[in-house]
C-alpha cells in the first residue's frame, strides 16, 4: 500500500534519500523555472530556417514541381526537391522495418501530408511564405483509406516504386502453433469470438519534433541537435545512409518535451535539414508546427483484430485465436525488434494459463502516414492487452460470467512463475491473484456491483438515464529489449553501455545511452548509484543524450530504460565498489577480504572503527597511495549490460464509470490501479507514470482517434479535432502496488513506464460497456458512440 498523503492525493515525500525512495526530481529545478533547454532553445551562429511543403492529396502523381518563384524570393536560400535528393542518393530512406521511406517525393504523393519540398529561407516566416510559391501540378489517384479493402483485387497500388508489385500486402506473420490451437477449440466446451479496431491514434507530445543539422565544411563534422529518444541508433542511420563515420557525426539530444514513442524514427524533415545545411553552408533548423506533428510524424495502433476465446463450461480459458490486419500505411516503417513485424504482440496470451495460442497478422500499405508503433505502447502490448481483455469480457457477456471471477480463477498463480506461455515468453516473476485481490479490495468490487444493480433498476424504472458500469483489466507487460541474440533493431543489437567516473572528491558522473523526455532520469539513475554507493543522488550526474560523451546504446522506448540502462547502471557501480575495496584495504592496510560493505564504508570486519568511506577512497584512489601492481589508479568503470530476459511487469485497474444514456455522455468516477514493476526505485516518480498512462487510456478509450474520409484526407490534425485528455476527464487516481522483484535483473526492477498507457484502455472500454451491456464497441466510445451502441447501431469512428 502506498503511503497517499489523503488530502492531497500526492505520495509523501521522503528526504532525499541515499538510494531509492520518493525524493523531487533534481529536473524540477530547471523545468519549473522554464530552464529546460529544448530544441527552440538552441540558437547556432548563422542559423537558417526551414519549412515543408507537403501534400494535400492521399495519392496522387506530381505531373510537375516548379521552384523557380519560391527560390526568388529574397530572403530564400535554397528549394530542395526530390529531384535534388535523387541527385545526392537521398530522395529514399531506410525505414526501421526493412522498408524505404521517401524523403521527399519524386514520382508520387502517398498520403496527405506527405513531404514534397523542403524550402530554406533567412527566418521562418520567409520559409513558410515561400511555400506558397512552389508550384506543383498532381495527378490525382485513387486512395486506399480502409485496410479492409487495401488488399482488394481493385485496389490502387500504392507502391509502384516497388519493382513487380501488383498489390499493398507487406507481410505474413505467425507465432504460437496453429495446430494445437485449433484442437483446444475443437475440444472446448464454449466459444467466444470479436471483431475489434484498435484506431490509429498519434503520441502527441507537447514539443513537436524537429531538427538542427550543422555540417561543419572544414571540419567535415555534421552536428545534429534533434528530438530523439534514440541518440546513438539515429547516429548509425545517419553515418549508413550519409556513409560519414559515427565520428564524424555528433547527435545531440536536448531537453524533450515529452516523446511517448512519437521521437524513435528519423523523419524526412531531419534528413532534409542535414542536406540544407550541406547546400547552404550554414545551419539549418526545421520544426514541425502542431498540424504537420500530427499529420505526418508517426502513428499508433491501427489495428484491425478478429479474436476468439476457447474455454470449459465451468470458465477455465483453453485458448486465445486471433487473425490481425494492421494498417502500416504507406511506408513500413513501424519500429519493433527487426525479427517481430507485429512488435510484441504476440504476448497476447496475456495474464492467463492457456494450453494453447496462435495469431497470424497481415500488414497492408494504405494511403496514411508512415512510422507506426509509437505512443506508450511497448512494441505494441497495448494492442495485444486489449485483445485479451477485451475477449475476457466478451466471453463473460456470453455466458453471464462475473469478469472478475473468470480472472481470478484463470490468471497465472506464483508457484508457476517463472512461466513459459504458449507463445514462448518467459515470464520472470509476479503474484498475479494477490495483485487482483489489491485492486478489488481498493475499489470494493462487491459493494459497487450492489450499488450497479440498484442504479440500474432506476434506470430500469425509467426514473433515471444514467447506469454505472465497472471495468477490469489485468495485464502483463513484456518490456526491457534485448535480449540483443534475439532482438536487434537495423541489425543492432538491444544492449546498452554505462560509464560511471568517481572524481576524486567523491562525486560522480554517470553516462547513459538511454534519454529521458519527462520519465526523470537525471535523478532516478542518480539513485540507483546512490543506493550501490552510498554517494548522494545530488552528488552524481547524469549525462545523456550526447553520442560524444555517452556509450552506445539503443535508447529509450519500449520501457526499456530501467531494464536495460538502469541495469547496466547497477553493474558499472558495482564494478566500481570492487575497485573501491582494493582502494580501502590498501588504505587500511588489511586484505579485501577482511573489508565489509556498508552503504557508503567498508569496515574492518571485527574492529569497526577502522573505515574508509567513498569520500575517502575516491581521494585515495587518485593519490599516490600505493596499489597493487594490477589495479590502475582513479575510480571509474564501463560497463555493457545485455539483458538475459525482458521483465515483466504487471498491473490490476479497475474504472467506475457513470454513463449517461440519453446523451452518450461517460464520466470516469474512480480508477483504481495496482502495479507491480518490482523494486521501485523512486516511488513517486513510478506513480507519476502511471497517473499518465491513465490518462491515456481514457483518452484512447473515450476520445482520440486519428480519422480519414474517403479520400483520404485527415480529419483529426489539430488539437480541436483529435482530442486528448484533461485534468477535467480524470478522476483522483487510487493507487496501490505489489512487489515482486525481477529475479534477473540486478536490482529486481522491471520497466513500468507504459504499463498504465498498456493497461487502462481495455479497463475503460470494458467498463462503458458493462454500463450499456454491450458485448463490443470500438474505441473511442465517444457520447455519439455510446449513444449509438445504447441503441444497437455502432458506430465506426475512424472512418467519415
Ligand atoms: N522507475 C522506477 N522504478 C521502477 C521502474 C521505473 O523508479 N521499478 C522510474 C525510472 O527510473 C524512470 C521512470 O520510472 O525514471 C520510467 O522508467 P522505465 O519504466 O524504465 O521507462 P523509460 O524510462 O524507458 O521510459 C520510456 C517510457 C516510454 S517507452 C514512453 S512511450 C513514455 C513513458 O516512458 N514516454 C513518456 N513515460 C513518459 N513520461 C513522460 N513524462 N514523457 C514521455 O515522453
Ligand atoms: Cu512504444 S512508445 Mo515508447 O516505446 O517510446
Avoid at 503511503?3 to 533534481?26: E, H, I, Q, V
Wanted: net charge negative; hydrophobic share 40%.
Amino acid at each position: 500500500m502506498t503511503t497517499t498523503d489523503p488530502d492531497t492525493g500526492f505520495r509523501a515525500l521522503d528526504a532525499t534519500p541515499m538510494g531509492y525512495g520518493s525524493m523531487r526530481r533534481k529536473e524540477d529545478a530547471r523545468f519549473v523555472r522554464g530552464k529546460g533547454r529544448y530544441l527552440d532553445d538552441i540558437v547556432l551562429p548563422g542559423m537558417l530556417h526551414a519549412a515543408i511543403l507537403r501534400s494535400p492529396h492521399a495519392h496522387a502523381r506530381i505531373v510537375s514541381i516548379d521552384t523557380s518563384a519560391a527560390e526568388a524570393h529574397p530572403r530564400v536560400r535554397a528549394v530542395i526537391t526530390g529531384e535534388t535528393l535523387a541527385g545526392l542518393g537521398l530522395a529514399w530512406m531506410p525505414t526501421l522495418s526493412h522498408d524505404v521511406q521517401s524523403v521527399l517525393a519524386t514520382d508520387k504523393v502517398r498520403f496527405q501530408g506527405q513531404e514534397v519540398a523542403f524550402v530554406v529561407a533567412e527566418d521562418r516566416y520567409s520559409a513558410r511564405d515561400a511555400l506558397a510559391l512552389v508550384d506543383v501540378e498532381y495527378d490525382p489517384l485513387p486512395a486506399v483509406i480502409d485496410a479492409q479493402h487495401a488488399l482488394d483485387a481493385d485496389a490502387p497500388v500504392i507502391r509502384d516504386d516497388q519493382e513487380g508489385r501488383t498489390d499493398n500486402h507487406i507481410f505474413d506473420w505467425e507465432a504460437g502453433d496453429a495446430a494445437a490451437t485449433d484442437d483446444v477449440f475443437a475440444r472446448a466446451d464454449v466459444v467466444s469470438s470479436c471483431d475489434m479496431l484498435y484506431p490509429r491514434s498519434h503520441p502527441a507530445p507537447m514539443e513537436t519534433c524537429g531538427s538542427i543539422a550543422s555540417m561543419d565544411p572544414v571540419s567535415g563534422k555534421l552536428t545534429v541537435y534533434t528530438t530523439t529518444q534514440a541518440p546513438h541508433a539515429h547516429r548509425t542511420v545517419y553515418a549508413l545512409v550519409a556513409g560519414l563515420p559515427e565520428h564524424k557525426i555528433q547527435i545531440i539530444s536536448p531537453d524533450i518535451g515529452g516523446g511517448f514513442g512519437n521521437k524513435v524514427g528519423i523523419y524526412p524533415g531531419y534528413v532534409c535539414a542535414v542536406v540544407g545545411s550541406i547546400v547552404t553552408g550554414a545551419p539549418v533548423k526545421w520544426t514541425e508546427d502542431r498540424s504537420e506533428n500530427l499529420m505526418s510524424t508517426s502513428f499508433a495502433r491501427d489495428y484491425h483484430m478478429r479474436g476468439e476465446i476457447a474455454a470449459t463450461h465451468d470458465g477455465k480459458l483453453l485458448g486465445v485465436r486471433v487473425t490481425v490486419l494492421a494498417d502500416h500505411g504507406a511506408f513500413n516503417g513501424t519500429a519493433q525488434p527487426s525479427k517481430m513485424p507485429a512488435g510484441l504482440f504476440h504476448v497476447f496470451s496475456g495474464s492467463y494459463d492457456l494450453a494453447a495460442a496462435h495469431c497470424a497478422v497481415t500488414g497492408v500499405y494504405t494511403n496514411k502516414a508512415p512510422g507506426g508503433v509509437a505512443y506508450a505502447c511497448s512494441f505494441r502490448i497495448t494492442e495485444a492487452v486489449y485483445l485479451i481483455e477485451r475477449l475476457v469480457d466478451v466471453l463473460a457477456h456470453d455466458q453471464g460470467w462475473d469478469p472478475a471471477e473468470l480472472r481470478r480463477t484463470n490468471l497465472l498463480r506464483s508457484e508457476q512463475f517463472p512461466y513459459t506461455t504458449a507463445l514462448g515468453w518467459e515470464y520472470d516473476s509476479g503474484d498475479y491473484p494477490r495483485t487482483l485481490a489489491t485492486a478489488l479490495d481498493m475499489a470494493g468490487y462487491d459493494e459497487l456491483r450492489a450499488e450497479q444493480k440498484q442504479v440500474r433498476s432506476a434506470y430500469e424504472r425509467g426514473e433515471s438515464p444514467m447506469l454505472m458500469g465497472i471495468g477490469l483489466s489485468f495485464f502483463t507487460e513484456a518490456v526491457g529489449a534485448g535480449p540483443r541474440r534475439t532482438m536487434d533493431i537495423l541489425g543492432l543489437g538491444m544492449a546498452d553501455g554505462a560509464e560511471l567516473r568517481i572524481h576524486p572528491t567523491g562525486k560522480a558522473v554517470l553516462r547513459l545511452s538511454c534519454m529521458t523526455q519527462g520519465q526523470g532520469h537525471q535523478t532516478t539513475f542518480a539513485q540507483i548509484v546512490a543506493e550501490e554507493l552510498g554517494i548522494s543522488p545530488d552528488d552524481i550526474e547524469v549525462v545523456q543524450g550526447d553520442t560524444d560523451q555517452t556509450p552506445f546504446g539503443l535508447g529509450t522506448y519500449g520501457s526499456r530504460s530501467t531494464p536495460v540502462s538502469g541495469a547496466a547502471t547497477a553493474m558499472v557501480a558495482r564494478k566500481v565498489r570492487d575497485r573501491a575495496r582494493i582502494v580501502a584495504a590498501a588504505m587500511l592496510e588489511v586484505s579485501p577480504d577482511d573489508l565489509e560493505w556498508e552503504k557508503g564504508a567498508f569496515r574492518v570486519a571485527g574492529d569497526p572503527a577502522a573505515a574508509a568511506t567513498m569520500n575517502e577512497i575516491a581521494m585515495a584512489a587518485h593519490s599516490d597511495l600505493e596499489l597493487p601492481d594490477d589495479v590502475e589508479g582513479h575510480l571509474d568503470a564501463t560497463c555493457v549490460y545485455n539483458p538475459p530476459n525482458l521483465t515483466y511487469p504487471c498491473g490490476a485497474y479497475v474504472c467506475v464509470v457513470d454513463v449517461d444514456t440519453a446523451t452518450g455522455q461517460v464520466k470516469v468516477r474512480r480508477f483504481v490501479a495496482v502495479d507491480d514493476c518490482g523494486v521501485r526505485i523512486n516511488p513517486m516518480v513510478v506513480e507519476g507514470q502511471v497517473h499518465g498512462g491513465l490518462a491515456d487510456g481514457i483518452g484512447m478509450a473515450l476520445m482520440e482517434v486519428m480519422a480519414f474520409d474517403t479520400d483520404g484526407n485527415h480529419l483529426g490534425a489539430s488539437f480541436m479535432d483529435y482530442l486528448l485528455p484533461t485534468a477535467m476527464e480524470c478522476p483522483s487516481w487510487e493507487l496501490g502496488e505489489t512487489v515482486t522483484p525481477s529475479p534477473h535483473h540486478p536490482i529486481g526492477a522491471k520497466g513500468v513506464g507504459e504499463s498504465a498507457t498498456v493497461g487502462s484502455p481495455p479497463a475503460v472500454t470494458n467498463a462503458v460497456l458493462d454500463a450499456i451491456r454491450v458485448r463490443h464497441a470500438d474505441m473511442p466510445l465517444t457520447p455519439a458512440a455510446v449513444w449509438r451502441a445504447v441503441r444497437g447501431t455502432p458506430l465506426r469512428t475512424d472512418l467519415a
